[in-house]
Structures are given as C-alpha cells and as structure tokens.
C-alpha cells in the first residue's frame, strides 16, 4: 500500500501553531477577583435608596446604571469596587439599539466613596469597521476609560483560527513611556479563560469559574513590576467584568454586521452622541 503523504500546513496553521510562553515569574504579585453576584440583591448592597446615592457622589453613575458585582484586590476590603452597567440598554429588543457600559466606583459607606475608577464599553460602530478587517469574524473592540488617563484604551479582536485573540497597549502617558501592546489570548477548553502575554512572554492569567451562577473571573499577575501599574492592572480587570458578556456581544456584533454588510439590505446604523464623541479629532481647532 503506498504510504499516505503528509499533509502540508498552511501559512496561517503555521502561524497559529501553539508558541509555549514563558512566565515572568512562578510568583503571583497581584490577584484580582471580579466577582458578578447571582442576583442584584446582594447582601453588601442593600439599603434604602442604594442607587442614589452613587448617582449623587458621581455623573458616570445614572438611573440606567445597576450594581450587579465587585472587584477585590489580593483579598483586602479596604481596596474593594462595586461593579455597575447598563442593564435595561444591553438587553433592548432591537439589537441595534442595545449598547454596554461597565463602570466601577469605590463603595459608599458612611457619606464617603462613590468615586469613579473606570470604565469599559461594547463600541459598535468600531466593531462593525474591524469586522471588515478580520472578515468572517465580529471584530470586537472594547474601549476602556480611566480617570487618572489622558488616552483611551481599545481592547481589539483579532483573527485567530480558532477562539479568542484580543490586543491592547500601554500607551505613554508620561514623557519618560514608551508604547508596550499585550495579547490576551483564549486557553484551550471550555469557558472564558485566557493568558495575557507580551511577547510571548507571560504575564498573566484570567481564569474564569465555571461553577458561578453569577459570573467570577480570577487574575494571578506574574510580572513585579506590571502588577504595580495602575493602568494595566485597571485593564485587565475591566476586561475581566467585560467576559461576562463577550459571547453575547459576538453574537450582537455578527447580527448586526451581517445585515450593515448585506448589499441587498437597506439597514443603516447611526452611531448615537456618546459613541459618535469616541471618533472627536482632538487636533480639531474649536472656533
């Protein structure tokens, strides 16, 4: 019989061949917990007009906005942040009216907190525009906003053969950085779990517990130094209350792409204020 040829890879195969990563460190410099509670009843919450009491410490808390998890850092209440979104807006009818918003606040306890920490939102019309890039793919793009930075953050899906691939910066925000971009890539398996690398190096580690009703992913950092930045730590645990809902939002994306890119179809998106201000030219001379 004669012998069966080898099949050839392909270029993409090749490149989409597993690259084993090396940690920064066995040691865990950071842990992070992002914690979506089961119901939105949650025993540290309650109280006699909870909501407006946020919404009166901060603007970025509104009446669309629910308390629905939190975040703690290496186990220490005194470093603990509630969870908030959009909930009402993310589960609208029409999928082009639907939009996500998360945002973190310090807690309100005894007259104090309610301070805004950060944000990360769903852009739609920049995932319809990286859908084109990465044809065949919804083109995620995440767009984290923190208080303490001058730039905007974009986490983007790019094509991979198979799961999850997404890449962010750490752009200067001082004279003194330099650019530094990460790739937070889908584990092999079932769930929402990933390792964030820099050159292949690995950083860390987002694993999610697939026993949580409500939703729990765990950061372990390896890396000194990086667990002691503020923005990438920020981001990865926004891009961690982020996955909750990432499955879903491929979903939304890839519907809507489907009927924007269909030449037969007279579907017309319009971007509303919000998202339309994420495009603004900074250089733009104001009259």
Known sequence: ??????????????????????????????????????????????????????????????????????????????KRQVIAYNEKSWKAKNLEDRDLKIRTFTPVKEGKGGNFTGGIELSTAESLIQSYHIKGD?????IVNLPQNKNLYRIIRSR??????????????????HLRVFEIKGKVGLGLDFEVTEKERKIADIDGKKLNLGGKWEIEIYDEELSKHRTFTKILA?????????????????????????PKSDFKYVPDKEELDLFKNPRRLKA
């Open 1 to 78: 019989m004669a012998k069966k040829k080898k099949e050839k890879k392909g270029k993409k195969e090749k490149k989409e061949e597993k690259v084993e990563t090396k940690k920064s460190s066995d040691k865990v410099y950071k842990r992070i917990e992002v914690d979506f509670w089961k119901t939105s009843a949650h025993m540290s919450e309650l109280g006699l007009h909870k909501d407006l009491k946020y919404s009166a410490k901060s603007r970025y808390f509104t009446d669309k906005y629910e308390i629905e998890g939190d975040i703690t850092i290496d186990g220490d209440s005194n």
């Open 160 to 177: 991979r053969l198979k799961g999850w691939k997404f890449a962010f910066p750490l752009l200067p925000e001082k004279d003194v950085d």
């Open 238 to 262: 926004l891009f961690a209350c982020a996955c909750k809902f990432l499955e879903a939002g491929e979903k939304t994306i890839k519907k809507i792409f489907k009927k924007f890119d269909d």
């Open 138 to 142: 919804p083109g995620i793009i995440l």
